[in-house]
T-cell receptor, first 119, second 109 residues
Framework: EPEVTQTPSHQVTQMGQEVILRCVPI?????FYWYRQILGQKVEFLVS????????KSEIFDDQFSVERPDGSNFTLKIRSTKLEDSAMYFC?????????????????FGPGTRLTVT | GIQVEQSPPDLILQEGANSTLRCNFS?????LQWFHQNPWGQLINLFY???GTKQNGRLSATTVATERYSLLYISSSQTTDSGVYFC???????????FGSGTRLQVQP
């Protein structure tokens, strides 16, 4: 069964450093998402991406964050200058939404997450 | 934005017991999903259920969209059911999921 994959599973970085989190969405999916979960809290939406551009972003997704689809399979989240409060689990998700131009909503599938620790 | 409230926040069961988890949402939705977050932090899809009833083994779910709630039923609970259960919705006009705060379930042997 196809699944969303994420690398690395755990990343430790120092405050002020740049990190890139990588995701490979399910191959026939068109919408991609990043969410984050600070330890002990609920999952929060960061950004969605469709047709090579940001579709929607939350207030959390400020100028230190960026997303990119550098090739036909990868989807990345870059944090330019990490802060202590960026420590969290970051989840990538994908969905078939937008398939064949049909306006319906499909199930979102989540990757296993990258645990980012900023020291 | 939409509010998603889950109850109870914490639940302790003896193995073999049944339980019902509730998710209330404050506005109309295009999508509703239930997830189980395991001890390793992974989000496991349980149900995609914007309306109606579905069953998968010992788990079943019902969403009454017109009344803005969804229920997750766990029957004959096992210790492996322990973890956090999240309800998440896509409100009309958006595509991102908004998550509830979760129900933390502990099943004791």
């Amino acid at each position: 069964e196809p699944e969303v994959t994420q690398t690395p599973s755990h990343q430790v970085t120092q405050m002020g450093q740049e990190v890139i989190l990588r995701c490979v969405p399910i191959s026939n999916h068109l919408y991609f998402y990043w969410y984050r979960q600070i330890l002990g809290q609920k999952v929060e939406f960061l950004v969605s991406f469709y047709n090579n551009e940001i579709s929607e972003k939350s207030e959390i997704f400020d100028d230190q964050f960026s997303v990119e689809r550098p090739d036909g399979s990868n989807f990345t989240l870059k944090i330019r200058s990490t802060k202590l409060e960026d420590s969290a689990m970051y989840f990538c998700a994908s969905t078939r939404d937008g398939d064949k131009g049909v306006k319906r909503f499909y199930e979102q599938y989540f990757g296993p997450g990258t645990r980012l620790t900023v020291t | 934005g939409i509010q998603v409230e889950q109850s109870p926040p914490d639940l302790i069961l003896q193995e073999g017991a049944n339980s019902t988890l509730r998710c209330n949402f404050s506005d109309s939705v295009n999508n509703l999903q239930w997830f189980h977050q395991n001890p390793w932090g992974q989000l496991i899809n349980l149900f995609y259920i914007p309306s109606g009833t579905k069953q998968n083994g010992r788990l079943s779910a019902t969403t009454v969209a017109t009344e803005r709630y969804s229920l997750l039923y766990i029957s004959s609970s096992q210790t492996t059911d322990s973890g956090v259960y999240f309800c998440a919705v896509v409100e009309t006009g958006r595509r991102a999921l908004t998550f509830g705060s979760g129900t933390r379930l502990q099943v004791q042997p």
